[in-house]
């Protein structure tokens, strides 16, 4: 049964498939150019949350203003990043096959092409199903072939090399290979590679706490994150990110300018053992109109923001796979590329606000939702 794990760390809550084991177990049955397409929508989705949410209206705060927040983003995984194609491996697998033929001969070095058939290999990537797994479906007759091919070349220099009669050897090692039974043993290896399973949720959601706080000159200071925390079976989990926003329309000439205007860029770091760790940082602009009626108010504004955002993934390599580095490592970058969005603010409650803020990155259509104490 595939398990899914929700781990939940304060009010942070980050969608992990643990599939019944580890993810770094999970990441442990790839070699890097599959778990780089495993997790790339991960990559695409997280990066797209970690961006979303540093602000609520276009306007910043005035001096010493704050504003308190917590943060909903939700990031939807499009229906095309739920499947990837697994490539078979070029790293080759040992075999030893003294065992079988009851004689000292050399391993076997194979490959993945030469082990498993390579028709059907669409698996769930990290957001895919959980119930539709992938199977690498080895090719006997052709592994069975293999195993004879070298088996009969390292018995006959071996005979030849002990001074055994010429004539007899191929009758020697013929009953030899049909002694081995290659057949019935290629079976009993039991080669067939599950792939691993997607969580099975069509979206990640994130949330985070926030700060802000309006300092001189039109410029305000926003941070986020969580202390050190300890995830069971995952490590050390640590989020951190700030930035600022300045008011650009303050710089423009014309008295009571109808609109707000205000830049901004943020950083944010998140690292999860040493296993994941994942920057992002986002440059944009923000332009809208706030309104106060009496306790009350109303604000909306569109944005656009370039951005980018970076996974580097460590993991252990199954023993299995015979190779002599054991530890994996590899950077992702998602293609930067530019958001667009529009939000709503309103102030329903005295020094209270609620927001909502709809925008679509290359990857993902995100909704940020964020509920705080503000004021000024």
Do not use: C
Not at 141 to 164: I, K, N, Y
């Amino acid at each position: 049964m595939i398990k899914k794990v929700l781990v939940s760390i304060l009010t942070l809550t980050l969608a992990v498939g643990a599939f019944g084991q580890t993810l770094e177990e999970n990441l442990g049955t790839m070699l890097s150019d599959n778990a780089e397409m495993y997790l790339m929508p991960l990559g695409d989705a997280f990066g797209a949350s970690m961006n979303s949410g540093w602000y609520h209206r276009s306007r910043v705060h005035k001096m010493l203003g704050f504003d308190i927040s917590v943060k909903a983003m939700v990031s939807a995984v499009p229906e095309e990043s739920e499947f990837f194609n697994f490539a078979l491996s070029q790293t080759d697998m040992e075999f030893d096959l003294d065992g079988i033929i009851g004689y000292d001969v050399d391993p076997l070095s194979l490959s993945f092409d030469d082990i498993y058939f390579g028709t059907d290999t669409r698996t769930p990537t990290f957001f895919g199903p959980a119930d539709s797994a992938g199977l690498l479906v080895t090719n006997t007759t052709h592994l069975a072939g293999l195993f004879e091919d070298h088996l009969r070349t390292e018995m006959t220099e071996m005979l030849t090399s002990q001074g055994v009669n010429a004539a007899l050897i191929p009758g020697l090692v013929d009953q030899a290979i049909l002694d081995a039974d290659l057949a019935n043993e290629t079976d009993a290896m039991n080669l067939d590679l599950p792939l691993p399973p997607g969580i099975g949720l069509p979206a990640l959601p994130l949330v985070m706490p926030q700060i802000a706080l309006g300092l001189p000159m039109g410029i305000e200071l926003t941070i986020r994150g969580f202390p050190e925390a300890e995830l069971e079976d995952i490590g050390t989990f640590s989020m951190y990110g700030g930035g600022l926003r300045v008011n650009v329309d303050q710089f423009i000439p014309i008295p009571l300018f109808p609109v707000d205007i205000t830049a901004g860029a943020f950083y944010s770091q998140m690292s999860i053992g040493d296993l994941i760790e994942s920057s992002n940082m986002s440059v944009g602009l923000q332009v809208g109109k706030s309104m106060n009626l009496l306790i009350f108010g109303v604000g909306v504004y569109v944005d656009a923001a370039y951005e980018t955002s970076s996974l580097s993934i460590g993991y252990d390599v199954d023993p299995e796979f015979g190779i002599e580095n054991d530890r994996i490592q590899f950077d992702m970058e998602p293609d930067p590329g530019m958001r667009f969005g529009a939000g709503l603010h309103l102030k329903l409650i005295p020094l209270t606000y609620f927001n909502v803020h709809v925008s679509q990155t290359p990857t993902n259509s995100v909704v940020t939702a964020g509920f705080g104490i503000s004021m000024r």
